[in-house]
């Protein structure tokens, strides 16, 4: 499996400020988005401070001078190594991957996870599995099994699922973040989302108590990046808060009696990412053995 995204340079491993399509989709008007369309909201994402897009249209991306993920859903064995290839050929650079829907046997698990590996392998490629509910990684216990069966996976990790389809708050979190360490340190892609224990998607401050625990799972894993990385490695940080059509985003009557979204998704995705950044200095405080770079 090819085990990180690179750029082809020889800067430092870094972080990389990307956002998903989906936070972008149905904001209502009163959001401070960029209030445009095509390549002209593709520059205005870009001076936001992004560097890369997933599920935005690869063409676009190019022209705006943007980096390009795509993702894909399977549920069927067999069709790993068609999807791959075509969002090869369709210009993204990286994918995500939701797998299963969480009724797998380990061999059909194992099927799949050979199915990931050797399409990214073979198209040259990163394809990161996505750490989902209703997947094969929707719980906490059978994902570390699969790792210590496949230690070359590689994840997407959208921790926010487990944070709240596991109520990780409920018992040790200290105790279930160790449990969780083999995952934190093959995770190399991220869908940024904040959760409580009973909300998977919802508004925060960055010094609300439930922050600190995706900060915590966040820098675990840049630190197992950071710690098996090289020159050229980017560790794209995705902000994916997604829409009330989609049932993430919370909606509360307003003082009009209209549903209204309880936070700026743009804004919040902003935060977020900055954040992250946050964390991935704190990563780099961490890590033990100094970086070789440019060796």
Same mark, same amino acid.
Request: hydrophobic fraction near 35%.
């Given at each position: ?8 340079? %020889?800067?430092?491993?870094? #972080? ?37 897009? %997933? /599920?935005?249209?690869?063409?676009? &991306?190019?022209?705006? /001078? #943007? ?20 969002? +090869?050929? +369709? ?8 797998? /299963? ?19 990214? %392998? ?13 997947? *094969? ?27 709240? /389809? ?18 934190? %340190? ?11 224990? &009973? ?17 915590? *799972? ?22 994916? #808060? ?20 309880? &936070? ?32």
């Amino acid at each position: 499996m090819i085990e990180n995204l690179n750029d082809g340079s %020889q800067r430092a491993p870094r #972080l990389r400020r990307d956002i998903n399509w989906g936070t972008l989709l149905e904001l209502p008007l009163w959001s401070s988005v960029p209030k445009a369309e095509g390549l002209e909201l593709m520059l205005a994402i870009k001076e936001a401070g992004y560097e890369g897009v %997933q /599920g935005g249209k690869p063409e676009l &991306c190019r022209e705006a /001078g #943007l980096a390009s993920t795509g993702s894909f859903r399977t549920s069927e064995p067999g069709v790993v190594d068609t999807l791959v290839k075509d969002r +090869k050929e +369709k210009g993204y650079e990286a994918l995500s991957t939701h797998v /299963g829907w969480g009724m797998e046997s380990d061999a059909l698990i194992d099927a799949y996870v050979n199915e990931v590996l050797a399409a990214s %392998q073979k198209y040259n490629i990163p394809v990161f599995i996505e750490t989902h509910r209703a997947t *094969m990684c929707q719980d906490i216990w059978r994902t570390v099994e699969m790792v210590n069966r496949h230690p070359e996976i590689r994840f997407n990790g959208d921790f926010s699922h487990w944070y709240t /389809g596991l109520e990780m708050p409920y018992g040790s979190i200290d105790e279930k973040l160790n449990f969780l360490e083999p995952v934190f %340190q093959r995770t190399r892609f991220f869908h940024g989302r904040i959760g409580d224990s &009973c909300n998977i998607q919802t508004s925060f401050k960055e010094d609300e108590e439930n922050v600190a625990t995706f900060k915590e *799972m966040w820098t675990r894993s840049m630190v197992g990046f950071l710690t098996q990385s090289k020159p050229g490695d980017v560790l794209p940080f995705n902000p994916e #808060l997604l829409p009330p059509s989609m049932s993430y985003a919370r909606t509360f009557l307003d003082h009009r009696g209209e549903m209204r979204e309880e &936070c700026d998704r743009w804004e919040q995705a902003l935060l977020m990412s900055d954040i992250a950044e946050g964390c991935f200095e704190e990563a780099l405080k961490r890590v033990e053995e100094p970086l070789l770079i440019n060796r």
